[in-house]
């Protein structure tokens, strides 16, 4: 599916959200859901740090938030706008809830390259995703420099961390 300009307004509520989690001492990823009929369901923000959880990446953040307190239904055909491409971690965890689609701001490589730290897990969300069944389509980079932006701010603030994502 082309990004098209609807998919705006949910990537920038990302771009806040991983924002959020920056200035809350998190690493700065956020995550948005919308439904199959284009509603704002949800807002998750990366938690990893506060919480002390190693699996706290604002997608799975958001998939544990939303099951909780939406029902997993609401998971199932929707789209998830990530700050950040999720990484393979994420990837399965959207498949599993039934996410269709993931359009991601910062690629693999931007994360690399902003927040570096010995850490990382190259692959990409669409190699991960690829011949899934159902298959979960993969869109990005859009609104990259807004998101690089804060990356750029978190790499400044974990340098040499080890929870590059």
């Not at 690493?27 to 706290?56: I, K, Y």
């Not at 544990?64 to 998830?80: I, M, P």
Request: aromatic residues 4%; glycine residues 12%; hydrophobic residues 50%.
């Amino acid at each position: 599916m082309p990004i098209t300009l609807a998919d705006e307004a949910p990537m920038r509520r990302a771009i806040e959200a991983s924002r959020a989690a920056l200035a809350a001492g998190n690493m700065p990823f956020g995550a948005t859901l919308v439904s199959p009929a284009g509603e704002l369901l949800w807002t998750a923000q990366n938690d990893q740090v506060t919480r002390g959880d190693c699996t706290g990446h604002a997608e799975t953040v958001l998939v544990r938030e939303v099951a909780a307190a939406l029902g997993t239904d609401a998971l199932r055909g929707a789209t998830v706008y990530a700050s950040g491409e999720p990484c393979a971690m994420c990837a399965g965890a959207m498949f599993w809830a039934g996410i269709g689609r993931v359009v991601y701001a910062a690629s693999t490589a931007d994360i690399a390259q902003h927040l570096g730290g010995p850490s990382t897990l190259p692959i990409r969300c669409a190699q991960v995703l690829a011949g899934a069944t159902p298959p979960v389509a993969v869109d990005g980079p859009l609104l990259r420099d807004d998101a690089i932006a804060v990356l750029a701010a978190g790499g400044a603030k974990f340098s040499g961390g080890a929870a590059a994502r």
